[in-house]
Structure formats: C-alpha cells, structure tokens
C-alpha cells in the first residue's frame, strides 16, 4: 500500500519484491485481492498480459462508479 501511495500506480510483480517468505507472498496477495474488492485499487492489463499494473484509486472515482 505505501508503494502504491507514494506512485499511484506499480506493476504487480513489483509489488511482491521485498517479501521474504511465502505467507509475506501470501498476504501481500490477499490484500491486493481485498483492495480490489473494495474498488480501492485497479488491475490493468499491460501489452503482454504478464505483469498488470495495480492503480490506486480516488475516492472520486470510487464514487463515480
């Protein structure tokens, strides 16, 4: 999430690189799922369709949709 703040956008993989165990890899996982489910943040499909980039959103957008 403070990756996210600072830029606003990341690719996913990026997001992953200072985990240093398998439940750091699962949480981190887990929590990007919930903040999509609560229109927090955005998945979008790069050329490749292999490294997404995660958006944060405003709480105008959220609002808007």
Not at 4 to 14: A, C, D, P, Q, S
Not at 45 to 54: F, Q, T
């Amino acid at each position: 999430m403070r990756q996210l703040l600072l830029r606003g956008v990341e690719k996913l993989k990026n997001l992953f690189k200072g985990n240093r165990s398998r439940s750091e890899i699962v949480a981190t996982f887990i929590s990007i799922l919930d903040m999509c489910k609560n229109n927090t943040v955005t998945l979008e499909d790069d050329i490749n369709g292999d490294n997404p980039n995660v958006r944060l959103l405003d709480n105008q957008s959220v609002k808007e949709e």
